[in-house]
T-cell receptor
Framework: GIQVEQSPPDLILQEGANSTLRCNFS?????LQWFHQNPWGQLINLFYIPSGTKQNGRLSATTVATERYSLLYISSSQTTDSGVYFC????????????FGRGTSLIVHP | GAVVSQHPSRVICKSGTSVKIECRSLDFQATTMFWYRQFPKKSLMLMAT?????????EQGVEKDKFLINHASLTLSTLTVTSAHPEDSSFYIC??????????????FGPGTRLTVL
């Protein structure tokens, strides 16, 4: 099946810093989502982005489907950005079962 | 965005009892719901895919007689952990798939249920 790798696995930032999280996938996809899991466990959908670029406030994401990767940018990080960021993909070919990466654990210090 | 609720958010039970967890899509119909299990500092592990009106599809290694799934309507799926044991203690998360025009299949997650079996 499709493989999803996220990097870095852990990231520690000072408040106000910028960061880039990466998601590589091994096959073509027809769906890619970025999620944020807050310290209480709630998973929040950030972006649905199988291709192209989207922005929402301080967050933006870019997926280059032909090169099989997606990037999540966090600018001017805040302590509330702490948590785990997951990338999940749906492989092309009719699958509707998502494959998750292992996540990037982000800690933002005040 | 679409909202998925999960109840209860936290449950503590004695070994040998059964626990039911409900997952509801509040403002959309979900023909497919997913049940995940998450261990501390780990990614989500898909347990089963629940389709409305039909039997759930379980992932390899997941005991279907232990983790009973019922998807009785387009807005409700339930997971029952039968004869729970301490090793079943975990964070259980459901998600519902919403198909939007131009947005493909977007997944929305419930807030999770933390199960502790004593």
């Amino acid at each position: 099946g499709i493989q999803v790798e996220q990097s870095p696995p852990d990231l520690i930032l000072q408040e106000g810093a910028n960061s880039t999280l990466r998601c590589n996938f091994s096959d073509s996809v027809n769906n890619l989502q970025w999620f944020h899991q807050n310290p209480w466990g709630q998973l929040i959908n950030l972006f649905y982005i199988p291709s192209g670029t989207k922005q929402n406030g301080r967050l933006s994401a870019t997926t280059v489907a032909t090169e099989r990767y997606s990037l999540l940018y966090i600018s001017s990080s805040q302590t509330t950005d702490s948590g785990v960021y997951f990338c999940a993909v749906l492989a092309s070919g009719g699958s509707y079962i998502p494959t998750f990466g292992r996540g990037t654990s982000l800690i933002v210090h005040p | 965005g679409a909202v998925v609720s999960q109840h209860p958010s936290r449950v503590i039970c004695k070994s040998g009892t059964s626990v039911k967890i409900e997952c509801r899509s509040l403002d959309f119909q979900a023909t497919t719901m997913f049940w995940y299990r998450q261990f501390p500092k780990k990614s989500l592990m898909l347990m089963a895919t629940s389709n409305e009106g039909s039997k759930a599809t379980y992932e390899q290694g997941v005991e279907k007689d232990k983790f009973l799934i019922n998807h009785a309507s387009l807005t409700l799926s339930t997971l029952t952990v039968t004869s729970a044991h301490p090793e079943d203690s975990s964070f259980y998360i459901c998600s519902a798939r919403e198909q939007l025009a131009g947005e493909g299949n977007t997944q929305y997650f419930g807030p999770g249920t933390r199960l502790t079996v004593l």
